[in-house]
Every structure is written in structure tokens, then in C-alpha cells.
């Protein structure tokens, strides 16, 4: 309300009062919805989009929303804008193609939280929204297990003797040796062919061993797989061919 005053020719003054009504006075604050975003188990970062960021804007005078500001930061985790780290107060111009990245700070599952408002674009007086809170679910990383690798072996057996085929001699003095990349033990071997100029036999529990048969790492340690060499006075190969498994992974892989 604003006093103005004209003076008469009498030369006093008269007063009446104007209603000057701006848009300060009309202009009502929009309003901000809370929403929530789900973090999946491949280890990216999310990527938090404009259409996240402004769908819950809502003004009464139908003004276009302006800028956004950072109220709290996740209290575990990092956003990032522009590559720029976000802080509490820090202000983002309206921007249809806006796209804010979170980076988890952990492979398990938790949840966490930020907070944000929109400014209205009034001409006049810019109102602030309520603050709005962004909830972020952060499923756990699910690793693909890899399976093992493992080079070949050779061992030697004097004429007529049997050998036990040991776990050390599986694990260590292939050529290369076992090795996983999760770090799993061996789980069991499998016998994928033997060799059709074998003179000696592979045993197991005594009995001659057949293709498609499991040995356990278990049966291996405790002396269960053995090789009984010909009566032969010269050098002789015997061959058979194994694949093997980790306790985890759980597929057969070939040496």
C-alpha cells in the first residue's frame, strides 16, 4: 500500500492511499516432492538427470524453475558436477540437459541421502522451494567370479612303482601353477581323456580311473589318486588330460 498527496489551489495538501500490489506480495514459493533412486550392483556411477532433479517442481503462478541448491551432501558418497565435486551452498544454473553423478564409496549395500531446492524465476522476488530430499538405495557389487587356470604336469615313476598324485604337485608344480583370481581353492579335477599308449595306470581308490571321473580336492589330499607304472625297462609317457574347478566359480576349465 503506498500514501500519495496533491497539493489544491488553496494550497493545502490531500491525501489518498494507492493500491500499488506488487508481484512481491502475489508471488508464492513452489514446492519441491522428495523422490528416490535406486544404485545398481555393476560398481557404475548413477547418473542423477535433470527430469530426476526438477520432476517434482511445482509452482502455483506457473514460473519456469530456476536454480539449484545443495543443502546437505550424502554422508556417504560423492556428487559430482561437472566433474566437480558438490558441496553444501553450491548452486547449479537451470539446465535442461543437467546431469549429476554419484560415486559410491563402498561395494556394500547401504542407503543414503542428500538435499536440495529450486528457486522460482519471478521477475520480481525469486522464492525458494521447500527442501526436497533425495534418497539413494545402494544395492551391493556383485563380482563375476573367474575360474581358475592351471599349466601342465609332469611327474616320474620308476619301473613298477606307484606314486600318489599329490595336491602339491596339482597346485604347485604345474606348469604354471594353479592360480585364481579371486583367490578360491581348488574344488576338484576332472578326467577329460587318457591316453591311448598308456602302459602305466592312473588309479583311484585303487581301481583304474575312467574319463568323466571327479576327484575331489578332499580325495587328492588324502592320497586317493595314484599312478602304478608298467613293467617296462625303458622310458615311457603315459598321458591323460584333466580339466578343474574352484570352489566357487564351479566350471570345469581345461589346462
Known sequence: MEYTYTKGYSGEYSYKTVDV???????????????????DNTGEDLE????????????SE???????????????????YEGEA????????????????YERNSNDAYSTSFTYTLFDTNGQVPLE???????????????ENEPPTIGDLALYADNRATIT???????????????????NQL??????????????????YGAEIEVNAIISYNDIV??????????????????IEVSIRDTVNLEWVSS
Open 187 to 204: 574344488d576338484a579335477i576332472r578326467i577329460d581323456a587318457i591316453g591311448s599308449s598308456n602302459a602305466g595306470r592312473y588309479l583311484y
Open 21 to 39: 500490489s506488487t508481484d512481491s506480495e502475489t508471488n508464492i514459493a513452489p514446492t519441491l516432492s522428495n523422490f528416490s533412486l535406486n544404485m
Open 165 to 183: 598324485i599329490t595336491i602339491a604337485d596339482i597346485l604347485y608344480n604345474a606348469s604354471p601353477e594353479y592360480s585364481d583370481p579371486e583367490g
Open 222 to 239: 588324502g592320497g586317493a589318486f595314484t599312478y602304478s607304472a608298467a613293467d617296462i625297462n625303458s622310458i615311457q609317457t603315459d598321458v
Open 129 to 143: 522451494s521447500n527442501i526436497a530430499t533425495v534418497s539413494i538405495i545402494v544395492e551391493a557389487i556383485v563380482l
Open 62 to 80: 506457473g514460473t519456469i524453475p530456476g536454480n539449484l541448491t545443495i543443502k546437505t551432501i550424502p554422508a556417504n558418497g560423492t556428487l559430482y
Open 86 to 101: 558438490l558441496h553444501v551452498g553450491y548452486i547449479i544454473p537451470y539446465d535442461t540437459s543437467l546431469e549429476i553423478l
Open 48 to 59: 542423477i538427470t535433470q527430469a530426476d532433479m526438477y520432476d517434482g517442481y511445482s509452482d
